[in-house]
């Protein structure tokens, strides 16, 4: 028995992919319809932290998370008992922009030009330096939230206000070309290995499109992997490590932008379109068995469903263009309730080139 905490529909591809190879799985999720309850052998439905629910979770063989905002004491609790991955620890550091750009300085790489801001004390004339910027939260971001540009220092003060005075990350703008995220699984220093970058396009701060390979130089991708490999053994990182990077200027100098402690948005192509995909991955890991194989067998592009195009009237988007067309592959998430911006499925269309998959996947979401 696997043990996750959180069921959505990262729990629900993990659940999947763990019954596959022949385990069963416990899922802790305080949502009474979380998308992975529907696959799992068990649902404790309660809240992250309850006690009883943890002690419970503690039997499991193994244990892993889907989402990084879970309580990384409870992560920290769970592995005086059974095998945790990632480490509470680990997750901690994701859960902070203040110490997870400490981290990936202390990993020898670069970041975006950065001013920590725990309160209004800490702007001042040299905060400029960083302007035009980004403030954004230390803690709770995801999909563009807790972000806000600002231009000025009064703007700069304004947003610091705005975010409920907060401990912030203003993080100077670059020139920004495009950005790739590399998804490294590690079981330890002589076993990890790195799926093939991927180019994402946002929309709305949401990831809308993953393209794969990225449509870089083999130099930057290269580097991008080395540079992923390099901060997941920094971190003595075991488990599915998604590093998303900016390419900057002419010279397309990577650096890094986040961590996600966990299988990722932009490594859903991997499910139709890599030997092993990221989910399964995660279940080798957690059980102690070595990365397997992670060969990009066909170029390909992911394409999120957003709750935007159900019908305002009721019903489903016409699912028959989409799943008619022999190149694409339709994954649903099973949630009970559309809305705008929430994501509700994905679609993975293979090519013969990352061109040609882009633009189907386009052109089909287009359909709905």
Known sequence: ???????????????????????????LDPDPHAPAAAFAERHLCAPFDDAAALAELAQCAAVTTEFENVSADAMRFLAKHTTVSPSGDCVAIAQNRIEEKAWIRKAGLQTAPYQVVQSAADISQASAGFLPGILKTATLGYD???????????????AFVAHGKVACVLEKMVD???????????????????????????????LAYSI??????????????QMAQQLADALDYVGVLAVELFVVGDEQTLVVNEIAPRPHNSGHHTLDACAADQFQQQVRIMCGLPPADTRLLAPAC??????????????????????????????????????????????????DNADSAFAAAQALHRTL
């Open 1 to 27: 028995m696997l043990g996750i905490l959180g069921g959505g529909q990262l729990g629900r591809m993990f659940t999947v992919a763990a019954q596959t190879m022949g385990y069963r799985v416990t899922v």
């Open 212 to 225: 794969v390979p990225a449509r870089l130089p083999q130099t930057v991708l290269g580097q991008a992997r």
């Open 144 to 158: 563009g939230k807790g972000q806000i540009r600002v231009h000025s220092l009064a703007q700069l003060h304004e």
């Open 302 to 351: 992911m394409a999120n469903i957003l709750g935007d195009v159900w019908p305002e009237q009721g019903g489903a988007p016409d699912w028959l263009p989409l799943m008619a067309d022999t190149r694409a592959h339709l994954h649903q998430y099973g949630k009970q309730n559309a809305r705008a911006g929430r994501k509700m499925g994905h679609f993975t269309v293979l090519a």
């Open 176 to 206: 920004l070309r495009s950005e790739i995220s590399v998804i490294v699984c590690r079981l330890g220093n002589e076993e990890s290995h790195t799926f093939d970058p991927a180019e994402n396009i946002h929309e709305n701060g949401i």
